[in-house]
C-alpha cells in the first residue's frame, strides 16, 4: 500500500526565512510525486510534478527536489501569500487512477 | 475557462438523512475523481469515472456511497444513509485524460457535516 508522511505537520516562519518542508512516501512503483498548494476553502492546486530521483523542478519562490524515498519544498525567501497548506502526493502504477496523499503541512509566513 | 465546480459549498444534515453532493467538471474532461477528507485524516481517493463508467471505485467506503455520471457530464454522489464518520470535505477533480493528474484541476470541495 502506498504511503505519504509529512513533516512537520506545521511551519510558522518570518517573511524572509527560508525552509524546507518533507515528504517521505513508499510507493509500489513511482508513477510521479505531486506538490499541491491548498488554500483555506479551496481544493487543492497543482504546483510540480516529479518523475524520477534527482529531478528538480522551480515556481517563483518555491523549488521541489525528490529522492528514492522522500521530496523536499524548499521556500526561498518567502512572503506572507505563500501562508497554505502544501499536500504531497504520490501516483503509483498500481493504481493509476489514484493519487495517495499526506496530511499536508500547514504553512504560515508571518511579515 | 470554468473551472471544476462543486455544490452545495457545505452541507449539514442528520445523521440517518440523505445527502447527494454534485460535481460539474471542466467541460470536455472525460475523467472525473472523487475525493474525501475526513479531519484530522488525509484526503482519500474515492472512485474515478471515465466518461459515464466507473473506471476505479475501489475507494468507495461502503455501500451507502452511490456516485453516478449520467451521460457522462456531472457527477452526483449520494450518500445513504449517512453516518456521523461521512462527515468531512468531499472534493471532485477532472482531467482530459486518464491519470494524467499534471493535468487535473481540483473543486473548491463540499464540506459535510452530520449531526
Known amino acids: 500500500e502506498d504511503q505519504v508522511t509529512q513533516s512537520p505537520e506545521a511551519l510558522r516562519l518570518q517573511e524572509g526565512e527560508s525552509s524546507s518542508l518533507n515528504c517521505s512516501y513508499t510507493v509500489s512503483g513511482l508513477r510521479g510525486l505531486f506538490w499541491y498548494r491548498q488554500d483555506p476553502g479551496k481544493g487543492p492546486e497543482f504546483l510540480f510534478t516529479?518523475?524520477?530521483a534527482g529531478e528538480e523542478k522551480e515556481k517563483e519562490r518555491l523549488k521541489a527536489t525528490l529522492t528514492k524515498k522522500e521530496s523536499f519544498l524548499h521556500i526561498t525567501a518567502p512572503k506572507p501569500e505563500d501562508s497554505a497548506t502544501y499536500l504531497c502526493?504520490?501516483?503509483?502504477?498500481?493504481?493509476?487512477?489514484?493519487?495517495?496523499f499526506g496530511k499536508g503541512t500547514m504553512l504560515l509566513v508571518s511579515p | 475557462e470554468a473551472g471544476v465546480t462543486q455544490f452545495p459549498s457545505h452541507s449539514v444534515i442528520e445523521k440517518g438523512q440523505t445527502v447527494t453532493l454534485r460535481c460539474d467538471p471542466i467541460?470536455?474532461?472525460?475523467?472525473l475523481y472523487w475525493y474525501r477528507r475526513v479531519m484530522g485524516k488525509e484526503i482519500k481517493f474515492l472512485l474515478h469515472?471515465?466518461?459515464?463508467?466507473?473506471?476505479?471505485e475501489s475507494g468507495m467506503p461502503n455501500n451507502r456511497f452511490l456516485a453516478e455520471r449520467t451521460g457522462g457530464t456531472y457527477s452526483t454522489l449520494k450518500v445513504q444513509p449517512a453516518e456521523l464518520e461521512d462527515s468531512g470535505v468531499y472534493f471532485c477533480?477532472?482531467?482530459?485524460?486518464?491519470?494524467?493528474?499534471?493535468?487535473?484541476?481540483f473543486g473548491q470541495g463540499t464540506r459535510l457535516t452530520v449531526v
Open positions: 467541460s470536455g474532461h472525460d475523467n
Open positions: 469515472f471515465v466518461k459515464e463508467s466507473k473506471q476505479d
Open positions: 477533480a477532472s482531467s482530459a485524460q486518464q491519470g494524467r493528474y499534471t493535468e487535473a484541476f
Open positions: 516529479l518523475y524520477s
Open positions: 502526493a504520490v501516483q503509483g502504477y498500481s493504481g493509476y487512477s489514484t493519487l495517495t
